[in-house]
């Protein structure tokens, strides 16, 4: 099992920015991505960036540019930051974990990020 404990979410204002981060516990050995995913209000689960173990990272087209996603394999920590906010951008935003293969996944519980405009 992983556990995944995000911080960092908040209220900020349009053009501002925000660092997430997410911890992991547990089966860490295992794991191999991390990364974010987002839930906007009324709106289905979508990619933000993940990044392998190797730090091969993947973004989601709206984000490249203004989201960087890092990590620290040796605090087995992911990071998120998040530049140039958009109201859109508001949502809940969800740490993501999976295992070498891709078929065992874990989420975290969550961190809002409220934009406002």
């Known amino acids: 099992q992983v556990q995944l404990v995000e911080s960092g979410g908040g209220l900020v204002q349009a053009g501002g920015s925000l660092t997430l981060s997410c911890a992991a516990s547990?089966?860490?050995?295992?794991?191999?991505?991390m990364g974010w995913y987002r839930q906007a209000p009324g709106k289905r689960r979508e990619l933000v960036a993940t990044?392998?173990?190797?730090?091969?990272?993947n973004y989601a087209d709206s984000m490249k540019g203004r989201f960087t996603i890092s990590r620290d394999n040796a605090k087995n920590t992911v990071y998120l930051q998040m530049n140039s906010l958009k109201p859109e951008d508001t949502g809940v935003y969800y740490c993501y974990a999976d295992l070498a293969g891709g078929v065992v996944s874990y989420w975290g519980k969550g961190t809002l990020v409220t934009v406002s405009s």
């Open positions: 990044m392998t173990r190797g730090a091969s990272t």
């Open positions: 547990g089966s860490i050995s295992r794991v191999n991505n």
